[in-house]
């Protein structure tokens, strides 16, 4: 394909732009904000990709992707082929493909990006092959190799639960999944609002870990439920720790417990898993704030501003101590939110929240930062402008500041070695924890990061899981 068209040619074509609904649509509802592309944008979109012969883009990618593989099999016209390829690494390229920053990992180190500015759209291409496989369906199973009759217990069924999950199952032993929730997904089902992430979606790939054979128990909490000593005497052998962050953080500010201040955990997953959008059919409660403040600069500030603006918010705000530079959000996310009204008000941080006499906030004292030299994260750390504070009236407060290792497992197994921040501690080169035959990946090890990373730590995992099963 590297000579099929001219080199000049490849990085003289623009990138194709991902067809979005428009803002004032879809700011009223709750429908997917992008629409994927089309097959003739998808092609094109391929043919801009130089095939090179040392292909940083799969460097970039944690669960090492063979990216421009699966981009030439689009470029061919071979979708279903592409997205074979996807799933030799990636059981889950939907969803990679909808919430990945691709921006900052495989399209940050694109060759193209360095040689003309623009990166492949390497993530909208994983999006559109799988989206098409679902489409068509039914989804390619792969051959799955005789049983080993050995037994693999995964505790949450999160990114990195059905990445362990899946890799596992491919190579013949008898997996299951061990969900807190209802339904699986963890953080991409509570978490990520339906614009961003729909829920089908998530189900088509739940469903394709079922087809290889995977077993999801649900409404069962691995140390409440049942222990680790109830699953070794069930049989299961290896056990893989994926119980995320759901732990939010607050800042200890005075008017935190104030009715109509929520963390982003408790206030996105009353929206989006127990449907409080949809009253009276799902008979949830949730504020409906008509000035709504969300405190934070990440992808999860951005969902649960965006899903206040929703809900019918007159007035949305980030509010953000660092500079827009510092933002963590994805550069799309942010993008969106602006498109669709929301105020950004940077360099500033909440230091009360003001309350009526029914004990509902009604407003919150506000202080302008200034940014000093760089903490431990790299980012120029914000320094308050003594003499700056203002009141701003506020009736929803949500605090987005990220998220603390779900502490359920260290409680249930006091052996666990854990971290200073409560983390399970592992070896990063196995994801092995101190007990033999327990894993660990993810949030739970990490704090609040992203689907990818720990789709990443899964694999290392999986493949360490294998051998131990094997002995």
């Given amino acids: 394909m590297r000579k099929a068209v001219p080199v000049k040619e490849r990085m003289k074509t623009p990138r194709q732009p991902m067809p979005s609904r428009s803002p004032e649509e879809r700011n009223k509802d709750f429908f997917e904000v992008n629409q994927g592309l089309d097959a003739e944008a998808a092609v094109q979109e391929a043919r801009r990709c130089l ?6 883009c799969v460097l970039g990618c944690p669960v090492c992707i063979d990216i421009p593989s699966f981009i030439k099999l689009i470029e061919k016209g071979d979708f279903a082929a ?14 990679c493909g909808r919430v990945c920053p691709q921006e900052t990992q495989c399209e940050e180190v694109c060759n193209l990006k360095k040689a003309a500015g623009s990166p492949v759209a390497i993530g909208n291409l994983e999006r559109f092959v799988s989206d098409i496989e679902r489409a068509e369906g039914p989804a390619f199973i792969p051959e799955i190799p ?6 693999a217990a995964i505790i949450g069924g999160g990114p990195a639960g059905l990445t362990v999950a899946g890799e596992l199952a491919k190579k013949g032993h008898e997996v299951t999944v061990f969900e807190a929730l209802h339904v699986a997904g963890g953080v991409l089902v509570y978490g990520i609002p339906e614009f961003r992430l729909p829920k089908e979606t998530l189900k088509a790939e739940v ?3 079922e087809k290889l054979g995977v077993e999801f128990r649900m409404n069962v909490v691995v140390g409440k439920t049942v222990g680790l000593d109830d699953l070794r005497a069930a049989g299961y052998e290896a056990f893989f720790i994926g119980s995320g962050a759901g732990l939010p953080n607050f800042m200890k500010i005075p008017g935190e417990n104030l009715v109509g201040v929520y963390s982003a955990n408790e206030y996105l997953t009353r929206v989006n898993l127990m449907k409080a959008y949809d009253f009276p059919n799902y008979d949830t409660p ?23 603006q929703r809900l019918g918010a007159e007035k949305s705000m980030i509010i953000y101590r660092r500079s827009r530079t510092e933002m963590p959000a994805r550069v799309e996310e942010v993008h969106h939110a602006e498109e669709e009204g929301i105020e950004f008000h940077f360099l500033t941080t909440p230091i009360r929240y003001i309350g009526d006499e029914q004990g509902r906030v009604r407003a919150m004292e506000c202080q302008r930062m200034g940014l000093g030299e760089p903490d431990a994260s790299g980012r120029r750390r914000p320094v308050p402008i003594e003499g700056s504070e203002y009141t701003e009236e506020v009736d929803l407060v949500v605090v987005a500041i990220g998220q603390s290792p779900n502490p359920l497992i260290s409680q249930a197994m006091p052996e666990l070695k854990m971290g200073k921040w409560g983390n399970v501690e592992v070896d990063w080169a196995t994801m092995a924890t101190n007990i ?8 739970i090890i990490r704090g609040g990061a992203t689907v990818i990373l720990a789709m990443g730590d899964a694999r290392i995992a999986a493949a360490e899981m294998d051998k131990y099963l094997r002995g």
């Fill in 207 to 209: 469903e394709y870990l």
């Fill in 286 to 308: 949730v504020f409906l704030g008509k000035r709504a403040a969300v405190i934070g600069g990440g992808n999860v500030a951005m969902d649960s501003v965006r899903t206040a």
């Fill in 51 to 56: 095939d090179c012969a040392n292909p940083s």
């Fill in 146 to 151: 005789a049983s080993t009759g050995k037994k």
């Fill in 82 to 95: 592409s997205v074979r390829k996807i799933k030799e690494t990636n059981s889950l390229p939907a969803i």
């Fill in 436 to 443: 033999p035959g327990v894993y660990a990946g993810g949030d």
